[in-house]
């Protein structure tokens, strides 16, 4: 249970929004758990080039919008 990360704190850390959140949950499967009604991260089920590239485009298509 180490990798349970809160997902209020883990947005905050990594300056990510609810709608990169949602990007993050559908390429990485198993990474968003519900304990008790409170949120968590599992961060051992997130793969980081997924979730940079998927942020980071995102972003960039923001930014030019």
């Known amino acids: ?3 349970l ?3 209020s704190q883990f947005m905050k850390q990594y300056s990510i ?3 990169e959140l949602v990007m ?3 390429a990485n499967k198993g990474a968003l758990v519900c304990i ?3 949120y968590f991260v ?3 089920h997130l793969d980081p ?3 940079v590239e998927d942020i980071f485009l995102h972003r960039s298509n923001s930014a030019a919008a």
Do not use: I
């Open 36 to 38: 008790d009604g409170q």
């Open 5 to 7: 990360f809160p997902v």
């Open 17 to 19: 929004e609810e709608r």
């Open 1 to 3: 249970m180490s990798d």
């Open 42 to 44: 599992r961060t051992r």
């Open 24 to 26: 993050l949950v559908k």
């Open 49 to 51: 080039n997924a979730v």
